[in-house]
């Protein structure tokens, strides 16, 4: 009766009726929709072999160990170190979650002007910005794409000034001989 019912429908007297779509139109291609709808039954019966029906590949995945909220300089940092340490611990699942796709305006990331600090009273405070420098000054040994140009940073290194009341001078100064301690290359 439902096959009857689609050959009334597309009958040959009447060329242009078809079956009418919930939007008010009509359709004359019924049997690709019957066909697709069939397999969509058929996916989700009991006993059948699921097949996606749609191309997923543009999703992210449904399972992840860590999800990043955030595509900065930050985010990506975080998502960069976890995948280096895969390969010693296993597989790490990181999925990155960013409004903006193209990462042109990923946070205030790239437009920022940005700075290092090295000036800390702490060790371990100066051993990160050494390495952060060294990080930044080597990029393409970390980051290059194969077949793809060298990333260009533009990082242009330059000092400051640090100036202090006479009552501050002498942390400042032994602030400067810890700094001169720490190795340079981290």
Wanted: hydrophobic share 40%.
């Amino acid at each position: 009766m439902f096959r009857r019912a689609l050959r009334l429908g597309l009958g040959p007297g009447l060329p242009y009726r078809g079956l009418r779509t919930r939007k008010g139109g009509f359709t004359l291609d019924w049997d690709a929709k019957v066909s697709d709808f069939k397999k969509k039954v058929d996916s989700i019966l009991p006993g059948k072999k699921y097949e996606v029906l749609y191309d997923t590949s543009h999703l992210p995945p449904e399972q992840a160990d860590v999800v990043i909220i955030g595509g900065g300089i930050l985010g990506l940092s975080v998502a960069f170190w976890l995948k280096k340490l895969e390969s010693r611990r296993g597989a790490i699942r990181v999925l990155v979650v960013e409004q903006d796709h193209t990462y042109s305006r990923a946070s205030s990331t790239g437009p920022s002007v940005g700075g290092i600090w090295q000036q800390f009273s702490v060790p371990e405070n100066v051993q990160l910005s050494l390495f952060s420098i060294n990080f930044l000054r080597n990029i393409n040994e970390y980051l290059a794409v194969v077949d793809a140009p060298p990333v260009e940073l533009q990082f242009n290194p330059s000092g400051c000034l640090l100036l202090a009341s006479e009552k501050d001078a002498a942390t400042l100064e032994n602030n400067v001989k810890m700094q001169r301690k720490e190795p340079k290359s981290a």
